[in-house]
Each structure stands twice: as C-alpha cells, then as structure tokens.
C-alpha cells in the first residue's frame, strides 16, 4: 500500500506564487512517475505536470513557463513551484503515483490541496 499526502495550497492574488509538495510512503515498487493533476469545478481532471523517476518532465501547455516540476528521490516527494498564478489556475491539485509490475499499471492518489486565484 502507497500513501501520498500532498500539501501547500492556499489562497493566492494574480500574478503570485505558491510551491505544493507531495510526499509518498509505503511499498513503493520499481521506479515510479510522479505528478500533479488538479480539477477546476465541472471539469475533467486534467495532468499539469509529469515527472519520471529519471527526471524527464512534461507539463500542461497552459502552465508551461510558469509552473516547474521536481523530484528527491531519496525522500520519495515531488514538487510543484507555481509562478504567475492566474484565476484560471484554480482548482484542487491531487499528486499521482504511478508504477509497473509486469504488465499491470498502479496508481495512487493524495488526497488534494485547494489552489485559490483571486483578488
């Protein structure tokens, strides 16, 4: 069993920052991708940013340039540095675990943090 707890929202102005992490404990098996997903309300869950256990990263088109992903890998916990948040970046931010065994995809899921844009 994989735990994720994932932390660091807030309530943010336009144009501020604000750094979510996410931390995984439990049996974690093999190398795993981590990332953040976040799901505004009446909208699908959406990937904003992906990264593998060898460092490789994909990001949302829409918060590329603003947002940055990174891993310790020793501390099994991910990050999410947001910069220019803009009010289209509300929503709830859920960090993802994701590893084979085989054939056989596992996915584990935080619990999310509310992310708030406003004046």
């Known amino acids: 069993q994989v735990q994720l707890v994932d932390s660091g929202g807030g309530l943010v102005q336009p144009g501020g920052s604000l750094r979510l992490s996410c931390a995984a404990s439990g049996s974690i098996s093999g190398r795993p991708s981590m990332g953040w997903y976040r799901q505004a309300p009446g909208k699908e869950r959406e990937l904003v940013a992906m990264i593998t256990s060898g460092g490789s990263t994909n990001y949302a088109d829409s918060v590329t340039g603003r947002f940055t992903i990174s891993r310790d890998n020793a501390k099994n916990t991910i990050y999410l540095q947001m910069n220019s948040l803009k009010p289209g970046d509300t929503a709830v931010y859920y960090c993802?675990?994701?590893?084979?065994?085989?054939?056989?995809?596992?996915?584990?899921w935080g619990q999310g943090t509310q992310v708030t844009v406003s004046s």
């Open positions: 993802s675990l994701k590893y084979m065994i085989g054939t056989t995809l596992y996915e584990y």
